[in-house]
């Protein structure tokens, strides 16, 4: 537990969610006293934390939580390509205006640092609308530390995997398909290029970035290496001993990049590799254990 983080108090909005509540416990773990904001209450609240449920547009709500805080963390967003291609008002309303009524609620309450998740998809030129809200998000960012002082970090996500995922997740969706159905079917390009990184070295590095070397700076945290989707596929079909189950869909992907999302170049992120890592394999491990004891107990 560090020392420098006794009794330090830490708010996270969205931090009932799958990356959300990992960074919780690792924030809990170095000492910082945590409260969560979501509009669920998460099922891995611990004893040592605290829970608000409530709609991230509520400003009477944010100030409850963020009062007193030096450190936010602001996870709330509609992530799902998809879905804010779908709806992008509502994109727009949760990941911009809400990201700005957190932010000048932590102006108000004079807030050390705001941590910010952001995503790889602002190099894109994809992403659609949920691209478009993370770079007008980012800005508003880097706007408020220019306008106010307001201190941050952007933490720039790949693609994330492990336990507490769920059907919104990529690789969640085809171990699930491949346990339950026995094939492992890919919905997009054979030729497809992603750096999956666990979601516990994620959350890890999260609570690394509030160091003073990365404040006012942009991180990216991806994996360890470029890795190609049929690759992982074929590993994940070794694995669970479909040797010949892997089937790619083609279809109109939209939204979603290919080889690369570095098309659009924003401030320049930082990556940061952590020095201890989950192995992509044992990583698939844990998640196939999860899933087949959710789906025995269901």
Known sequence: MSSSAQNIKACVIGGSGFLGSHVCDHLSDAGYVVTILDRVASPWLRSDQQMLV?????ENLLDEA??????????????????????????????VLGNVLVLDACRRHSVRRFMYASTVYV????????????????QYVEE???AYGL????????SLYGPR????????????????KGVIRYVGSPEAMREYIHVEDAARASVTALGSEFRNASVVLTGQEVMRVSDLLKMLAEILGLPDAVEFVEADYEGHYVRTPYAYQPKLG?????PMHVDLGQGLLQLINELQDSNTVS
Do not use: M, W
């Open 123 to 138: 190099y894109s030129r994809e992403g659609g609308f949920y691209r478009c809200s993370k770079q007008a998000a980012e």
């Open 151 to 158: 201190d941050y970090t952007i933490l720039r996500y790949g």
């Open 165 to 180: 995922s769920d059907n919104s997740n990529g690789l969640f969706r085809i171990v699930q398909d491949a346990i339950q």
């Open 54 to 58: 409530g709609d991230l547009l509520d």
């Open 270 to 274: 930082l990556k940061y590799v952590p």
């Open 144 to 146: 408020y530390q220019r």
């Open 66 to 95: 963020i009062s007193g805080c030096a450190v936010v963390f602001n996870f709330a967003a509609i992530a799902d390509l998809d879905k804010a291609l779908s709806t992008p008002i509502d994109t727009a309303r949760v990941n």
